[in-house]
């Protein structure tokens, strides 16, 4: 087990599966995810990401540094785009990630980090990238971010700064 690791933690939950569920059935809608989650990978991979796993509706990426991640969330928000509209429904992404240190046990990872970028990727709209302060310092100059109101997230005392990423 390796302690003290710093990585970029990134979550990408698909939105609106519900609705592809009842429109398409449930195995038309599994296929579709699975699909989807091929081209998250793909993505990812392109912008030197790994994709660790997936969870329902839900992958967990790795990627060395903050702005490989934004390069990466770029990547996969436009590989999921691309992908067809099940039964009329169209698939999207709310993308959340941190950079910090974690906790890697085999192939998987953990700790604060892990629990934030999750939490940062609960706040993300369809077609949106939210990230934290710290990661949002992070980031290259010239990189555009929108702050969020304050937002109190389960784990932490205090309420935490988080920024929409719009461009780099």
Do not use: W
Not at 16 to 25: L, M, N, Q, R
Not at 60 to 69: F, Q, S, Y
Not at 149 to 168: F, N
């Amino acid at each position: 087990m390796e302690t003290n690791r710093k990585t970029t933690v990134m979550f990408a939950s698909f939105i609106g599966t519900s609705s592809v569920v009842e429109a398409a059935g449930e195995s038309a809608a599994q296929n579709a995810i699975e699909r989807c989650f091929e081209r998250i990978g793909g993505a990812a991979t392109s912008c030197g990401g790994r994709l660790i796993k997936t969870m329902h509706d839900k992958a967990m990426i790795l990627v060395a540094t903050p702005d490989g991640a934004a390069d990466a969330a770029v990547a996969i928000h436009t590989a999921v785009g691309e992908f067809p509209a099940i039964a009329a429904v169209k698939l999207g992404l709310g993308i959340g990630f941190h950079y910090g240190p974690v906790i890697q046990d085999n192939a998987d990872v953990f700790g604060d980090t892990v629990n934030l970028a999750a939490r940062l990727e609960a706040e993300a709209p369809v077609g949106k990238v939210v990230v934290g302060a710290d990661t949002a310092a992070a980031l290259p100059p010239g990189a555009v971010l929108k702050r969020l109101p304050s937002l109190q997230v389960k784990g932490k005392e205090d309420p935490i700064e988080a920024y929409v990423l719009h461009s780099l």
